[in-house]
């Protein structure tokens, strides 16, 4: 079984995850904060313009499970911002524990608090993932979402 580290648990990182733990992997998420889906906390606004297309690649690959919990959510749908008839609000204050949930379902191991700071390489490949508190966390394959 294929071991796949994930750093970041925001939107990207948790679909990179949750998608990698569907076709068999064994999954780690390595989040620096408390919390997952960061950013993804401050506003909620999805299907809209850029955000559309991502929902529809996100459901193309496999993650339409977390846009479904975004609809389940939803306080406001269908808003009538100006080209943008199809935006929504999730909640932001349900949404993490529901994706929270969905990774746990599917077996990845979330790690909380754990900052990846270093990178240990051998022979032109990642080995392993040091994080902040000197401990080494090895894999297959290393995803790096950590973005903003």
């Known amino acids: 079984m294929k071991k796949i580290v994930v750093a970041g648990g925001g939107w990207a990182g948790c679909a990179a995850a949750l998608s990698a733990a569907v076709c068999g992997a064994q999954v780690t998420l390595l989040e620096r904060t408390d919390l997952?889906?960061?950013?993804?906390?401050?506003?909620?606004?999805?299907?809209?313009?850029g955000r559309l297309t991502a929902l529809l690649e996100a459901k193309a690959m496999g993650c339409g499970c977390l846009f479904d919990l975004m609809d389940q959510t939803a306080l406001h749908t269908k808003l009538d911002f100006p080209g943008h008839r199809h935006a929504a609000l999730y909640d932001v204050t349900q949404i993490e524990t529901l994706v929270k949930q969905q990774l746990l379902k599917q077996g990845v191991t979330l790690r909380f608090l754990s900052r990846a700071a270093d990178v240990y390489v051998r022979e032109d490949r990642i080995e392993k993932v040091l994080l902040d508190n000197k401990e080494a966390v090895s894999a297959h394959?290393?995803?790096?979402?950590?973005?903003?």
């Open 36 to 49: 997952l889906l960061g950013t993804g906390l401050v506003g909620g606004i999805y299907r809209n313009n």
């Open 141 to 148: 394959v290393f995803i790096d979402t950590t973005g903003s």
